[in-house]
């Protein structure tokens, strides 16, 4: 119930939906669009972070633009660094007037990695202050951002691990970026009941879980397609 609850509002919020081996765009709003210039997925297309906002070229062969080429450094074929990345959705949000408190950042386990690589003392909990990770939160901030890590951010085909030193249209992880004001979400467990087990001996505790969720300020939302290098 975790992980769906997850999956499916990471999803919302990169403009996804779906689920694990069946992401797609969404084609259609959530009811009234917070901007009227936000696309059909309530994002911004200026804040959808791709491999031409690095000074790379579209490959143009699917309809995804390709993702960005990530490597630690920006180097060994990559086109950038992630934290070259994250400045980048910093400076958008920046741009937009977005609160500098409240700012946080979704990324998935392979972005952690190659942002390890970069610099163990950014990820490492020794340095963070915090002593240690929970629910999925690095320690401390980079670039202004609380760094959480999931698994149930939206990816195509194999990933965000597939190597593609020129970037991809059908292999490739989201990251997300926003902030505490960006979306509102509501949830509560309606209903409890258990009962005991038919197979074995315990008891069986199930819920009902009703929740929504809302884009309130696509300029405060930044995603990126990328790849590992």
């Known amino acids: 119930m975790r992980d769906a609850f997850d999956s499916e509002v ?12 069946a992401w ?3 084609s259609a709003s959530a009811g009234t669009k917070a901007n009227s210039s936000a696309g059909a997925d309530e994002l911004l297309a200026a804040n959808r972070l791709d491999i031409t ?3 790379g070229s579209d490959l143009g062969v699917l309809g995804e633009v390709t993702s960005i080429p990530v490597a630690a450094g920006g180097g060994a074929g990559g086109i950038t660094s992630p934290l070259a990345v994250l400045n980048r959705m910093a400076r958008l949000m920046d741009a937009a007037n977005v609160d500098t408190d409240g700012r946080w950042v979704v990324v998935d386990p392979v972005f952690k990695e190659i942002l390890m690589d970069e610099d163990a003392k950014l990820v490492n909990r ?19 951002f609380r760094v959480y890590t999931s698994n149930n951010l939206p990816y195509l085909g194999t990933g965000a691990g597939t190597t593609a030193s020129g970037g991809s249209e059908d292999n490739f992880g989201v990251i997300v970026a926003g902030h505490d004001s960006a979306v509102s979400v509501a949830d509560q467990i309606a209903k409890t009941e258990s009962f005991r087990s038919p197979d074995t001996f315990a008891d069986i505790v199930r819920g009902m879980q009703l929740y929504g969720r809302k884009i309130l300020r696509p300029e405060a939302l930044v995603t990126a397609n990328y790849n590992a290098a």
Do not use: H, K
Request: charged fraction near 20%.
């Open 10 to 21: 990471l999803g919302y919020l990169s403009g996804w939906t779906g689920g694990a081996g």
């Open 126 to 144: 020794d340095y963070g202050g915090e002593g240690e990770v929970r629910n999925g939160r690095l320690p401390g901030t980079i670039r202004g």
């Open 53 to 55: 906002a690095f000074g």
């Open 24 to 26: 797609a765009r969404r």
